[in-house]
């Protein structure tokens, strides 16, 4: 196997506050290749937004990546200088936000952003930057580019600010682009068309990508692979197909039956009962144990990342649902 | 449904106008020619819902399709622009104020945002048990024990009644909402996206929260989310909604097994399945028309792959096209014929 594109090992990312450390991403390793699509899916507080952030250099204090490596193509971006890293963001990796009305600037027509976004990274004219900004707003499926351009994002709806946003992210052409919740504000029908131009996009640049969410269906028909994620730390990942239909870990199962649709209707839903535990004083072991219908006096113990049937389905938990019955 | 006992509650086309009016400065533009016109928000547009007593009712439709709205007006939030209201066949507007007010016990509401919704200066113990002592339910001396019994019931621990709301999780911030909106013993409840903004794990739990209180305290819901899946899970019957208009009515069965309507078709189409398979994303064409401004004729048209010209000039009529089941859509005329 070739080298992987991106690979995070032992991550953690931790936020140093008055009532503690809060371990927010604790020991979290995945790889993503090239053309991949690798969904990284988790509730509130489960650290998958801190893992992107983590990969962006985007932690701010009191947060610190504390240890581990980030290898993007052979370079770890944990040792990189601010000034190296600088060019590797918004260039390679790109990152495309929840709330598009938060990450454009108001003030500032389309064209001037993303102009500017070009020519941080490059030496080009500017008549060049604006024949490539054009370009990327037909890519993402906006119509008339031209009036489009000199508009202010007030003046645009959810979803076309949200493809704005992508067409920025795609300026560069970058090998990852890390999409955090990007379809979350969006409608169902505004969010479809925007997975639709995702996935042309990817296939068609062939970059590799991160999609942080907490819906499972949109990662079921989009991404290749699933890390599932649980107060800071990666409990199960696999393909999508296994992790979705053959789940290891019960916190998996607990979040699948939790969905609600029309097969069960009226019969009440499998519920996970209590809640996230808060990650100021996590015990030790295992995090979901409080909440786990199998868990026994070896959860005490923090259980590693394991393959029970190989095969790249691996699990953090000493009672998975289905043993290999191979 | 249709057949013996009225309804519980029922709004006959009902219309809810928001009307922006002009401004010193825009009037006084007017008179220099600056063509100014007051914009009107047509949010819901002459919509019958009619809930059978013991009923959950879904509302569907996205952002800016006046769900919303609809759910307030049934509710007695907002006031209709047009229209009427009836509880068991006796119209609302017709009743005096002192009537109208111990009517409006019977119908509360759940909002979408368990942070903004509940007063951050407040106990939980007077958010709760504040309406009902006001109304008379209770006398002040049995607000604790009847709080406490409150709590009890939606899954809270009611030693923590002295606490504020920021002190809560969002799931138990859900619980309190429901409490307090039960804790006037009503029959009725709209509950607006109550469980949009909580994560899958504890919106299952709020969820089947909802389905206990209905078989216990025998309650009637209009439940209004964007979120399909939730929408079939608790529903017996739902309504689809377009720019202000309803679209298609009928079992939720029968509607998630047949959409008729394009607009639920291509809803149904891209909600969300959890099928570990990878699919390709085929999206309906276009935007949301804005309510200020929506298209002529059939809303949907502009973005309807079966448009034909008649859908650009006159709306097709909400109509049934099988028993329990409305749809509004001119393709329904010439299939049948």
Redesign the interface.
């Known amino acids: 196997m070739s080298s992987p594109l991106l690979r995070v090992e032992g991550l953690r990312t931790h936020f140093f506050t008055k009532a503690g450390a809060v371990k927010a991403v604790d020991d979290v390793s995945f790889e993503v290749g090239r053309g991949e699509v690798l969904g990284l899916v988790g509730e509130s507080g489960s650290g998958k937004s801190m893992t992107g952030y983590s990969i962006m250099g985007l932690i701010d204090p009191p947060g610190r990546v504390v240890e581990g490596t980030i290898t993007l193509d052979g370079r770890d971006l944990t040792r990189l200088p601010a000034e190296e890293l600088r060019k590797l963001r918004g260039n390679r990796i790109a990152m495309i936000f929840q709330d598009p009305m938060m990450t454009l600037n108001p003030v500032l027509r389309i064209d001037v952003q993303m102009i500017e976004t070009i020519l941080a990274h490059e030496r080009v004219a500017r008549s060049t930057a604006l024949e490539r900004s054009r370009a990327a707003l037909v890519k993402v499926g906006i119509p008339s580019p031209d009036e489009r351009l000199v508009a202010y994002p007030h003046q645009f709806s959810g979803g076309m600010r949200q493809r704005v946003a992508i067409a920025i992210a795609l300026l560069n052409n970058p090998d990852l682009i890390i999409a955090d919740e990007p379809t979350t504000a969006l409608d169902v029908t505004i969010q479809g068309q925007i997975l639709f131009e995702m996935q042309k996009l990817t296939r068609e640049t062939g970059a590799a990508m991160i999609w942080i969410t907490h819906d499972l269906s949109v990662v079921a028909g989009l991404a290749d692979r699933v890390c599932v994620m649980y107060a800071g730390k990666i409990v199960e990942e696999g393909t999508t197909y296994e992790v979705l239909a053959r789940p290891l870990h019960p916190y998996t199962q607990g979040l699948l039956d939790s969905v609600p649709s029309r097969g069960v209707r009226g019969v009440p839903l499998a519920q996970i009962p209590g809640m996230t535990p808060s990650l100021l004083k996590l015990p030790p072991g295992c995090a979901f144990r409080e909440r786990c219908a199998r868990a026994s006096s070896e959860c005490r113990v923090d259980p590693r990342m394991e393959e029970p049937d190989g095969a790249g389905h691996g699990v953090r938990c000493f009672h998975p649902l289905l043993v290999a019955t191979a | 449904m249709t057949n013996g006992a009225p309804p519980l509650l029922e709004v006959r086309r009902a219309s809810k106008r928001f009307v922006k009016r002009l401004d010193a400065a825009a009037k006084l533009g007017n008179l220099f020619g600056a063509g100014m016109h007051e914009e009107v928000v047509h949010a819901v547009d002459r919509v019958d819902v009619a809930i059978a007593p013991g009923e959950v009712v879904g509302l569907v439709g996205?952002?800016g399709c006046g769900k919303s709205t609809l759910g307030r007006m049934t509710v007695g939030l907002l006031p209709l622009t047009e229209g009427e209201r009836f509880w068991r066949g006796t119209s609302l507007a017709a009743l005096d104020p002192a009537a109208a007010r111990a009517q409006q016990l019977k119908m509360q509401m759940i909002f979408q945002d368990p942070y903004a919704s509940l007063n951050p200066r407040m106990r939980v113990v007077d958010i709760i048990g504040e309406a009902p002592v006001v109304h008379g339910l209770i006398g002040r001396s049995q607000q604790k024990d009847y709080v406490a019994m409150q709590m009890n019931r939606v899954g809270l621990d009611s030693t923590l009644m002295r606490r504020f709301a920021h002190q809560f999780?969002g799931?138990q911030r859900a619980r309190i909402g429901i409490a307090r909106a039960l804790a006037v013993k009503p029959e009725f409840l709209v509950c607006d996206e109550s469980v949009a903004a909580l994560?899958?794990?504890?919106?299952?739990?709020v969820?089947?929260l909802f389905?206990?209180l209905r078989e216990a305290l025998n309650l009637t819901y209009l439940f209004i989310s964007?979120?399909?899946?939730?929408v079939?899970?608790?529903?017996d019957r739902v309504l689809i909604m377009y720019l202000g208009r309803v679209v298609e009515s009928g079992p939720?069965?029968a509607i998630?097994a047949s959409p008729n309507h394009p607009y639920t078709r291509?809803?149904l189409?891209?909600?969300?399945?959890?099928?570990?398979?990878?699919?390709?994303?085929?999206?309906?064409k276009g935007?949301?028309p804005s309510p200020l401004d929506p298209p002529s004729g059939c809303h949907f048209h502009p973005r309807c792959a079966y448009a034909m010209p008649k859908c650009r000039e006159a709306a097709p009529a909400l109509v049934e096209i099988a028993t329990g089941r409305r749809s509004a859509c001119y393709l329904n005329d010439t299939t049948v014929q």
């Not at chain 2, 994560?199 to 739990?205: C, E, F, H, K």
């Not at chain 2, 964007?226 to 939730?230: C, E, K, M, R």
Request: charge should be negative.
């Open positions: 996205e952002s999780s799931g994560d899958v794990s504890i919106q299952a739990q969820l089947n389905g206990e964007h979120d399909l899946g939730v079939a899970h608790v529903s939720t069965d998630f291509a809803l189409a891209e909600a969300g399945k959890v099928e570990p398979k990878k699919r390709t994303f085929i999206p309906i935007e949301i």
